[in-house]
């Protein structure tokens, strides 16, 4: 049998959801690509203040409550390396700091959900666990990141948006920072969601529009 070794360094990423290319990436890396300087600025000062944003003190109450599990927002069009930069700093922070990071397209977390709730006795028991799995890292996960918000197939039983305000607050109340990157124009929000995430957005994250050229207009 032909097997092929797999880099250690990336080796060490499997099961955060990471896409490989992008496992390891430092944000000197990011920084090397050219662009987007100010969002690379953001992101390094929200790395190398983790700790203090998850402080708390003596009687168990956070130091910072205004930063305390609040992330960020990349907002821009296709291509200007929203999802390169939000991977670079889950993977700064589980360098750093070992704690758990994961990363999954908002499209199929919420496929996965749905195949859980319709899940029955004929479902492969294995799979169930492996979409549980999956799940349960999008829940619970120290940092994760949330791609491509507002790609996701929506329905009359605003299914995909609820899920979304649900899963934001708990990780928010729960202090877990959540990076999301988005394609949607900021009135868009308040269309596809409902004003009231609109406004729950500006206080679990911070926003940053990334502007210029795609990266990818040499493939197009």
């Known amino acids: 049998m032909i097997t092929t070794r797999m880099d250690p360094e990336k080796a060490r990423w499997v099961g955060t959801g990471i896409p490989p290319r992008l496992r390891g ?3 000197n890396d990011v920084e090397e690509m050219g662009g987007q300087a100010d969002a690379v600025k953001k992101a390094r000062h929200f ?16 130091t910072s409550p205004n930063d305390y599990g609040r992330g960020l927002l990349f907002a821009g069009h296709p291509g200007t390396g929203k999802t390169t930069l939000a991977a670079a700093i889950l993977c700064e922070l589980r360098r750093r700091y070992g704690i758990t990071v994961y990363a999954s397209r908002y ?13 029955d006795q004929s479902v492969d028991a294995e799979q169930v666990s492996r979409l549980q799995y999956a799940v349960e890292r999008v829940q619970w996960a120290d940092a994760v990141l949330l791609d491509d918000v507002g790609h996701e197939h929506s329905t009359d039983s605003k299914f995909a948006e609820d899920t979304l305000e649900k899963l934001l607050r ?7 920072p959540t990076l999301i990157t988005t394609n949607l124009p900021g009135d868009d929000w308040a269309a596809r969601y409902s004003k009231a995430l609109r406004s729950f957005m ?19």
């Not at 190398?48 to 009687?59: E, F």
């Not at 994250?205 to 197009?220: A, L, V, Y």
Request: hydrophobic letters at 20%; one cysteine or more.
């Open 170 to 176: 708990q990780r928010y109340d729960e202090g877990r």
């Open 25 to 27: 990436l430092t944000l």
């Open 107 to 119: 499209s199929d977390h919420i496929d996965r959900e749905r195949k859980l709730v319709r899940a």
């Open 202 to 220: 500006d206080q679990c994250t911070r926003r940053e529009i990334f502007t210029g050229e795609s990266f990818r207009r040499g493939d197009q």
């Open 47 to 62: 790395v190398n203040g983790y700790r203090a944003q998850q402080s708390k003190n003596w009687r168990g109450f956070p």
